[in-house]
């Protein structure tokens, strides 16, 4: 099973900037970031695929966030700009080993153990 290890995490200020980053121990296709709030489902927040050709979106990150990979190193970076409270949350990326193109947390089949990304007013 593919391990997965999220970093980079913390506390910012409202329209600050922070940049995630996810390490798995093996070879992945999709890669998505999830968010979940105190008291909230888990949200889709964006995906990318294999080949980094193929991003997108969760609408409240649009133009605000951008995923990425180097699958060189196994990495998938999250960096967030414009930060606001309501994208308080822990951070979890998830692994995808069949190619599947989905926004479903139950379509990933390998988890991080998530990131807090807390901003203040």
């Known amino acids: 099973q593919v391990q997965l290890v999220e970093s980079g995490g913390g506390l910012v200020q409202a329209g600050g900037s922070l940049r995630l980053s996810c390490a798995a121990s093996?070879?992945?296709?999709?890669m998505g970031w999830f968010r979940q709030a105190p008291g909230k489902e888990r949200e889709f927040v964006a995906r990318?695929?294999?080949?980094?050709?193929?991003?997108y979106y969760g609408d409240s990150v649009k133009g605000r966030f951008t995923i990425s990979r180097d699958n060189a190193k196994n990495t998938v970076d999250l960096q967030m700009i414009s930060l606001k409270p309501e994208d308080t949350a822990i951070y979890y990326c998830?692994?995808?080993?069949?190619?599947?193109?989905?926004?479903?947390?139950?379509?990933?089949?390998?988890w991080g153990q998530g990131t807090q990304v807390t901003v203040s007013s």
């Open positions: 998830a692994a995808d080993f069949v190619g599947r193109w989905s926004d479903f947390p139950e379509h990933y089949a390998s």
């Open positions: 093996g070879r992945t296709f999709t």
């Open positions: 990318i695929s294999r080949s980094g050709d193929l991003t």
